[in-house]
């Protein structure tokens, strides 16, 4: 009993080291994958982690907090260096080092299309990630990568049409198909009520134009 407990303290020592690695790292970000996000995405992924008895918490833990490391759209780095670099401080054995990062790489969406994670650390947490695209906090976050990145309004609302709308059918576990039920829901409502208040906006512009 008192290993486990002393295993827990430990792993809850790499996780909050973990958590100021990634503040640090990301601080100043405002495009919707900042700490905030990495740390909502390790919330999602313990959650579901609960329903799943064979997965290695500790995987699902570090590679939640650290998915965001290395992603193409905002570092240059290869081979998971930042995550790396983080690891190789922890103790951890090198098998373990490698499992983290092989869920890591399962997660971007662009990189890994048709593809299902190969282990179950992997699936949980793309899982996590892609919970965090939609809902409320996903309507957030694409706007606030919209804006970041010089998108108008109309081009982010793509984005709905051509991502967030199809990772409810996309998602491994039912747990998380279950929470992304409500999520989802909430996405097509906004979606519902941004045509009723943009709606032939663009007719209206050209009559006023005439007009002119």
């Not at 401080?89 to 090198?94: E, G, S």
Request: some cysteine; glycine content about 6%.
């Amino acid at each position: 009993m008192n290993d486990t407990i002393h295993q827990e303290d430990r792993d809850s020592e790499k996780y909050h080291a973990a958590m100021d690695f990634i503040r640090a790292l990301f601080q100043g970000n405002s495009d919707g994958h900042g700490f905030d996000h990495s740390v909502r995405v390790y919330r999602n992924a313990m959650k579901i982690a609960e329903t799943e008895a064979e997965c290695d918490h500790r995987i699902v833990a570090l590679a939640a907090l650290l998915h965001d490391t290395d992603d193409d759209k905002l570092f240059s780095t290869e081979n998971n260096a930042n995550a790396r670099s983080f690891l190789e401080t922890q103790d951890l054995p090198a098998e373990m080092t490698e499992r983290i990062c092989e869920a890591i790489n399962a997660v971007s969406f662009h990189k890994n299309r048709g593809k299902k994670p190969e282990t179950l650390e992997g699936r949980i947490v793309q899982d996590a990630d892609r919970l965090d695209a939609i809902g409320a906090v996903g309507i957030g976050r694409a706007f606030a990568y919209g804006g970041a990145h010089g998108r108008s309004l109309a081009e982010s609302i793509d984005h709905f049409h051509e991502k967030l709308l199809l990772l409810k059918d996309e998602l491994n576990t039912e747990s998380a198909r279950c929470i992304a039920e409500t999520r989802h829901a909430f996405l097509e409502s906004f979606l519902e009520e941004w045509k009723k208040e943009t709606e032939n906006l663009g007719e209206r512009e050209s009559e006023q134009n005439a007009d002119r």
